[in-house]
């Protein structure tokens, strides 16, 4: 069993940054792939971005890209979301979720391809 506990959540101005992290239970955290999902009010939940476990590959979803970061630190058992220029649209609930069995290099971006999911952190941008 792993437990993710997201953090970092909060309410900020457009064109602010934020910082969520998500920490994870398990002494095999540096063998999985992370993710970070959302899901707006009235929305499905939708991809944002990716890590493999090894930390050298990365993926993002189109609008989000040059924005948001992800990095981890497996030291640590974290993985982080570092969100700047934050527009309205990035309303919503972020979940972090992670994946086992992967390869050094795999990034996955479909909700389906994870086992663990966080609570939730809510981060809500205002205009």
């Known amino acids: 069993q792993v437990q993710l506990v997201e953090s970092g959540g909060g309410l900020v101005q457009a064109g602010g940054s934020l910082r969520l992290s998500c920490a994870a239970s398990?002494?095999?955290?540096?063998?999985?792939?992370m993710g970070w999902f959302r899901q707006a009010p009235g929305k499905e939940r939708e991809f944002v971005a990716t890590?493999?476990?090894?930390?050298?590959?990365?993926y993002y979803r189109d609008s989000v890209k040059g924005r948001f970061t992800i990095s981890r630190d497996n030291a640590k058992n974290t993985v982080y979301l570092q969100m700047n220029s934050l527009k309205p649209e990035d309303t919503a609930v972020y979940y972090c979720?992670?994946?086992?069995?992967?390869?050094?290099?795999?990034?996955?971006?479909?909700?389906?391809?994870?086992?663990?999911w966080g609570q939730g952190t809510q981060v809500t941008v205002s205009s």
């Open positions: 890590i493999s476990w090894s930390g050298s590959n990365t």
């Open positions: 979720a992670s994946r086992q069995g992967t390869s050094p290099s795999g990034t996955y971006s479909l909700a389906g391809s994870y086992d663990y």
């Open positions: 398990g002494r095999t955290f540096s063998r999985f792939a």
